[in-house]
């Protein structure tokens, strides 16, 4: 944590809107949430009963918590409704899905994406067995294979996070279910009200027509803001002080190339982190260094009353020089242009990279597991021209919606499911933090530790998968201060081991990343965030992919010097011929008309 930041508790409850979120997690569910502290081993009175076992003994191994530990914890499921868990021998309701995967969904010895401990609780508690029609890793694979369906006519019944042009197209051939009727009906009225409370924000990129045609994924708030994350044991040992402004940032980063610090061979230390996602993206971003001089390239910005795509605008120009001079530098990996977001974070782990710009997430456990000595810290972002802090923001609510495949039998199912998930996540005191020897593991002295496994890539969403996933946006802070408020209050020697462990943690790396969410809650004014918030028009749909790899061939071409600075105006003239006027009026059609 860098000197001198501090955090207002004041200011974090009003941003986040937790006040009272103790009372509000003890009203919510049927006649409000059990208390934490069961006896260890004993299960809630409420826990439904089958004809011969309870739920605990159903689940078995797969049962979440860890009480038969001394310092273990149980976890109370919510209710079930009435006439689950089904009957002993009763067939499984098989339902297909497609899934996000990458480098970091990770199983437990002998588990799978088919088989783990949460898809085995949801079927022996639902009855519902999910089977994966298939996956991918890159949105450029994901475009790629829900086009395929399409035209195959081959659609698994449940689609996570449908590419927005694809959904749209999806909807005109009639191949998604309209659930605006499925929601009202199966989702709870905690979800409803919760929705609610946001007007029409979760829906503006499900609806076609006033009619729902999927569910957004949401995140917490503020999920992909970008701080600067820094190894304090490289600075310590270089003598280096936090930089405050992009000139110090790149003063910083060649003083670490120059020192060849990192673990990797020489001559393979990386000042700062960048990938081929160079406008915003979860991790190793350079929107902080786009943001400050007012642009973020795939943002749309209001400049005299229309919009105008920032990739295009003039104002391009001087971070595109700077950044040109930094890859000179060599400050970035060589060919940091050809590396997908998931992969860079490697660089990271094999402590090869001293700073980066990362949401709350960026003092990544690996690191420390790999190296020891690893101490990470993070600060605010350096100022740009005119002292601007700025970074890309994004809307909780999700574009790429979950969908359903028209004449789907079993909508109904993934209600049911996502109602359980939404009280046994967001109910803090059900004390759910997944699986012993899969998420957590028990020490020899007593400690539990985390394996750096999650069990949001096994969920199928809305809550969990490998992009995360909730009802309300503002779980994240809510739990962070549901843990500071209520097991702060719990004396050291009395807390069980998972209160220890979020609370004192000896890796550093969890309790960084919480004080790191309330430190970019009190920065959220430094958020730019795109204007246009809607579905993709027309244009966009047809000539989308040529514009976005016109934009990130002349873009990434411009930094590395594989096209001269000069070029800038011919690219412009390049985006416009090419559809970008055509995008520009339906954009500015829509902007005009928005109510």
């Known amino acids: 944590m860098p000197n001198g930041t501090h955090f207002s508790r004041r200011h974090f409850l009003k941003l986040s809107g937790t006040a009272g979120a103790t009372a509000l997690i003890a009203a919510c569910g049927p006649g409000g949430a059990p208390e934490a502290e069961s006896s260890a081993g004993e299960s809630s009175d409420s826990t439904p009963q089958t004809a011969t076992q309870s739920v ?15 310092r273990g914890w149980t976890t109370v499921l919510p209710d079930l409704p009435e006439g689950l868990p089904p009957a002993p021998g009763q067939e499984p309701i098989e339902i297909s899905t497609t899934r996000r995967v990458d480098a970091q969904t990770k199983f437990g010895e002998g588990d799978s994406m088919e088989n783990n401990p949460w898809s085995r609780m949801i079927e022996k508690l639902f ?3 999910l089977t994966v029609a298939w996956t991918w890793s890159s949105g450029d694979e994901a475009t790629t294979k829900y086009n395929l369906a399409m035209a195959s006519g081959d659609m698994p019944d449940y689609l996570e996070t449908v590419p927005s042009n694809i959904f749209v197209k999806m909807v005109e051939a009639n191949l998604l279910e309209d659930i605006t009727d499925a929601y009202t009906m199966y989702a709870s009225q905690r979800w409803q009200d919760t929705w609610a409370e946001y007007g029409e924000l979760p829906w503006i990129f499900t609806t076609v027509d006033g009619r729902k045609y999927g569910l957004p994924r949401v995140e917490d708030l503020a999920h992909n803001d970008n701080i600067l994350w820094y190894r304090q044991d490289w600075f310590d040992a270089l003598s280096l002080d936090v930089p405050q402004t992009l000139e110090e940032l790149h003063d910083t980063a060649v ?7 990192g673990k990797g ?13 160079f406008s915003a993206t979860w991790f190793g971003s ?8 007012g642009v973020v390239p795939n943002h749309w910005t209001e400049v005299g009353g229309e919009l105008v795509f920032d990739a295009v605008r003039e104002e391009m120009q001087e971070p595109l020089a700077l950044l040109n001079q930094w890859y000179q530098d060599g400050i970035f ?28 997430w960026g003092a990544w456990l690996d690191t420390v597991r790999n190296d020891p000595e690893t101490v990470w810290a993070f600060a605010d972002n350096p100022a740009g021209p005119g002292g601007v802090r700025a970074r890309h923001t994004e809307n909780n609510f999700r574009s790429s919606p979950f969908c359903f495949r028209k004449g789907m039998e079993h909508v109904d199912q993934i209600f049911t499911i996502t109602n359980f998930m939404h009280e046994l996540t967001e109910d803090y005191d059900r004390r759910f933090h997944g699986w012993e020897s899969h998420n957590y593991e028990w020490q020899e002295d007593g400690s539990v530790a985390a394996t750096g496994i999650s069990w949001h890539p096994w969920a199928i969403g809305p809550i969990g998968t490998r992009g995360s996933g909730m009802i309300d946006p503002r779980h994240v802070a809510n739990l962070i201060d549901y843990q500071l408020e209520e097991w702060g209050k719990i004396p050291a020697e009395e807390r069980d081991a998972y209160q220890t462990l979020s609370l004192e943690d000896p890796t550093g790396v969890s309790i960084l990343g919480k004080q790191s969410r309330l430190f970019i809650l009190e920065t959220a004014e430094q958020g730019k965030i795109t204007e246009y918030q809607s579905l993709p028009t027309p244009t966009m749909i047809e000539r989308g992919s040529d514009l976005s790899k016109l934009v990130e061939e002349n873009v990434l071409g411009m930094i590395i010097g594989e096209k001269p600075l000069s070029a800038f105006d011919e690219f412009v003239e390049q985006w416009t011929n090419l559809g970008g006027d055509l995008v520009t009026q339906e954009v500015n059609e829509w902007w005009a008309a928005r109510s």
Not at 286 to 293: E, L, M, T, V
């Open 56 to 70: 605990p003994e159903l689940l078995g191994a797969d049962m979440p918590g860890s009480p038969n530990s001394p």
């Open 127 to 129: 009855g519902v067995k």
């Open 255 to 261: 003083a670490i190339v120059e020192a060849d610090i």
């Open 265 to 277: 061979a020489p001559g393979t230390t990386i000042g700062l982190l960048a990938n081929k996602s």
């Open 286 to 293: 350079i929107d902080p260094i786009w943001a400050p001089h």
């Open 333 to 360: 990996r060589e060919d940091f242009f050809t590396i997908n977001t998931s992969d860079s974070i490697q660089d990271v782990a094999a402590s090869q990279c001293g700073i980066h710009y990362t949401p709350s």
